[in-house]
């Protein structure tokens, strides 16, 4: 399952749409990076850069250039070269570049000094993502200087920089046809990895154990990578957001909850579920468990075209609050806790985040200084958690350190939304039941 070549065609051509004629676009590749002496990271290509090539080697840099007579889309990149191709793989090489990428244009990496500064001439606007690699900022700089040397010879040097952060990720935000395949697939693929760990999981297990039974199923299938850091903290871990240590036992009457989702040609998935570690619920467990699986209902009920991105949020904090009032949890009314935010006490964290090709993906929450409306074709999770912190001397001990957090990524549709990672349970008679049939 991959996007068509003429799906990234179509991508430069409908980013050169909101471009002037006069100008120019420049997008660098990722680069290789090391880890330590003589070890590379796996690579990674750039995602907007994979975005809008389907080119998936380091040391790359793409043009666009709207009306340009010969030729509007121009690649630089790495030279065929056989002796590193036996080291470290194979090569397109400028004409694999054209022949398989359909760029109009060509050249290799080591040229970019000579033939970038005449493309640059005339030009009176550069799109360049200032701000992101140092290094190619002063070489874009170094180009524009080489320009500026030779106005006596009627040479032209573009007067603005433009971000092209905003046109890029607003096209990011709205996935098409072919990147929603994708995203249901990498969403069944980290739902049934979340299925093996509930399977797996028993008292005295390591939680990198469940961690690497999740990433086996993950690369079994295709995804070679998760999409992120993979989070399994059982007890009291669970109340670390970020918590990837993933180095203790799983003890008998704990919840774990697990965070994990794989990437699946460039595109994450993103899963989080809580279970006890025993397969079976205690009663302050089920209790705070399933204010959280309400909430998370509530929020992906209203979920469509239309709704505003922060009243999501809002719908969760409202139903969180209310139940922690009612578990005596907090002890003020509803409205005080909500202004005060006192709440945050337990939930600290906002409802979701976009969801593509990066995890935390891109596109503006607020538009003209006003939360956007959800719009068919987004991506997003929905995520509430609790988290009672283990030293809460402010709360019954029977809560104590227990953390809570049920996440599901979310397709808008034209008519409500679309649940992507709907194949892990989340009911607590479910998750139950699938523990004790394993």
Sequence with gaps: MKIDLDQFVARRKALMSNMPADSIAIIPSAQMKQRNNDVEYPFRQDSSFYY???????????????????????????????????????????????????????????????????????????????????ELDQQIRHWLNLIRGKVRQGAVAPTELVMLDHLLNEMRLIKGTE????????????????????????????????????????????????????????????????????????????????????????????????????????EPQAALYSLVLKAQKACIDLAKPGVLWDAVHDCSVEV???????????????????????????YMHRIGHWLGMDVHDVGDYKVENQWRPLEPGMVMTIEP???????????????????????????????GCEVLTAAVPKEIDEIEALMASA
């Design 385 to 415: 958690g609790l988290y009672v912190a283990a030293d809460n001397m402010d709360v019954d001990p029977c809560w104590r350190g227990i953390g809570i957090r049920i996440e599901d990524d979310i397709l808008i549709t034209e008519s």
């Design 179 to 282: 990147e929603q395949d994708l995203m249901r697939r990498a969403g069944e693929i980290s739902a049934q990895g979340h299925v093996k760990a509930m399977e797996l999981c028993k008292p005295g297990l390591m939680e990198y154990q469940l961690e690497a039974e999740i990433l086996h199923h993950f690369a079994m299938q295709g995804a070679r990578q998760p999409a992120y850091s993979t989070i399994v903290g059982g007890g009291s871990n669970a109340c670390i957001l970020h918590y990837i240590e993933n180095d203790q036992p799983l003890a008998d009457g704990d919840l774990v909850l697990i965070d994990a989702g794989c990437e699946l040609e460039h595109y994450a998935g993103d899963i989080t579920r809580t279970f006890p570690v025993n397969g079976q619920f205690s």
């Design 52 to 134: 809008l090539t389907g080119f998936n080697e380091p040391d790359a840099m793409l043009l666009l250039i709207p009306g340009r007579a010969s030729g509007e889309t121009v690649l630089f990149c790495r030279e065929r070269d056989k002796l590193m191709e036996i080291w470290n793989g194979y090569r397109s090489g400028p004409d694999g570049a054209v022949n398989d990428f359909a760029f109009d244009e060509a050249h290799a990496i080591g040229e970019i000094d000579d033939v970038l500064p005449a493309l640059l001439n005339g030009m009176s606007r550069i799109y360049y993502s200032i701000g992101q690699d140092e």
């Design 320 to 346: 969180l609050t209310k139940g922690l009032i009612e578990l005596g949890l907090l002890k003020e009314s509803l409205e005080e806790a909500i202004t005060a935010g006192s709440y945050r006490d337990f």
